[in-house]
């Protein structure tokens, strides 16, 4: 018996791309019980918020308390913010290291009855559900927990997905090939541009056809680690096209950045080049075949650090080409095997 949906609800993830995309499998819960779900997110991610399954409306607001460069408070901005939300119950989601109670005094001042929140500080009257994340969870594991306790329990497997991507083989050609996105929104995260330009080298060598992605501000670096021997499409992609491009990979090579979530919810596998800053316990690719690159115990461990405190970035350039390769090779035979299975499962289901 399918459970009726009633009210209108709100999930707020004010931070960047990939964390809006981690909280696509609780968004999912949430919109298979609530009649209308708004999601309230700021403009880096607004584009992944577009993106998700079960989403009604999109409000974006650059809260002063989030993102990198964040702004300074403005009561009229604020004021307007309060005027737009409708909603009768709320989760605020947030990074283990973040108090979503800014947020909920917002949602309260906007006449949100219920809310939800994983909470450590005292909350006082803004939460109604003040839940305790589990200390290692994944961030996706952890926004379903919480969902879960708020009365919106999870109606599928909890992978990360997005809407129907366009296609886009203009742009790629026919499969098979790999993906590198060089770019990453901090300096911390991202492998060197020589050392990604060698992966292409190494890449085509062993005969892989080899895509780089990137945005429109970061041109001049997929020209130069595409070279002569990839296809450079920087600046050619937004976020539905790179999310068609990445569907028809074999592999993803990138940092801990927006894309790698983003292949992850369209089934590519990932060789993630991840740098310690943060635990790849609570941010690698989830639900998807994935090999961790990158030394996990460097000195910049847990530190959030944006640019690299350790002279020569260790962390991530001592991994090699080779090694990206070898990576590359494991997951995409994962993923051809994978792909047979749904290929068979089309054409019995086509036949009955």
């Known amino acids: 018996m399918t459970t009726p949906r009633t009210g209108r609800a709100l999930v707020a993830?004010?931070?960047?791309?990939?964390?809006?995309?981690?909280?696509?499998?609780a968004v999912r819960a949430v919109a298979a019980r609530a009649a209308h779900v708004t999601f309230l997110c700021g403009p880096r991610g607004e584009p992944a918020a577009r993106l998700l399954p079960g989403v009604d409306e999109v409000l974006v607001w650059d809260a002063p308390w989030?993102?990198?460069?964040?702004?300074?408070?403005?009561?009229?901005?604020?004021?307007?913010?309060?005027?737009?939300?409708?909603?009768?119950?709320?989760?605020?989601l947030t990074s283990f290291h973040q108090s979503p109670l800014p947020t909920a005094l917002v949602l309260r001042l906007a006449g949100v009855a219920r809310i939800a929140a994983d909470s450590e500080d005292y909350p006082g009257t803004?939460?109604?559900?003040?839940?305790?994340?589990?200390p290692h969870a994944h961030e996706v594991e952890a926004a379903l927990d919480l969902a879960a306790a708020a009365g919106f329990p999870a109606v599928d497997d909890g992978r990360p997905r997005i809407r129907p991507v366009p296609d886009t083989r203009d742009l790629t050609g026919s499969s098979p090939y790999v993906v590198l996105h060089p770019g990453a929104s901090v300096p911390a995260r991202a492998w060197s541009p020589d050392r990604?330009?060698?992966?292409?080298?190494?890449?085509?060598?062993?005969?892989?056809?080899?895509?780089?992605?990137?945005?429109?501000?970061?041109?001049?670096?997929?020209?130069?680690?595409?070279?002569?021997?990839?296809?450079?499409?920087?600046?050619?992609?937004?976020?539905?096209?790179?999310?068609?491009?990445?569907?028809?990979?074999?592999?993803?090579?990138?940092?801990?950045?927006?894309?790698?979530h983003l292949a992850a919810a369209v089934g590519t596998p990932v060789v993630s080049l991840f740098a310690p800053v943060v635990p790849a316990e609570r941010w690698?690719?989830?639900?998807?075949?994935?090999?961790?690159?990158?030394?996990?115990?460097a000195p910049c461990a847990d530190s959030r650090a944006r640019t690299c405190p350790v002279p020569g970035h260790p962390c991530l350039d001592s991994v090699t080409a080779h090694e990206v390769l070898t990576a590359v090779e494991k997951v995409a035979v994962k993923k051809q095997a994978a792909d047979k299975v749904d290929k068979e499962a089309d054409e019995k289901v086509r036949a009955l």
Request: with cysteine; net charge negative.
């Open 13 to 25: 993830r004010l931070d960047s791309f990939g964390d809006v995309l981690l909280a696509g499998p």
């Open 66 to 92: 989030a993102g990198f460069d964040a702004p300074d408070v403005d009561r009229a901005d604020l004021d307007r913010l309060v005027r737009r939300i409708e909603a009768d119950t709320a989760l605020v």
């Open 126 to 134: 803004l939460l109604d559900v003040r839940h305790h994340r589990a």
């Open 196 to 260: 990604c330009a060698q992966a292409v080298r190494e890449l085509a060598a062993a005969g892989h056809r080899v895509l780089v992605t990137g945005g429109p501000g970061e041109r001049e670096l997929t020209a130069h680690v595409a070279g002569e021997r990839g296809l450079d499409l920087g600046g050619r992609t937004d976020a539905a096209r790179l999310a068609g491009v990445l569907a028809g990979a074999s592999a993803l090579v990138t940092g801990n950045t927006g894309p790698a």
């Open 284 to 297: 690698r690719p989830y639900g998807v075949p994935c090999v961790l690159l990158g030394d996990q115990h």
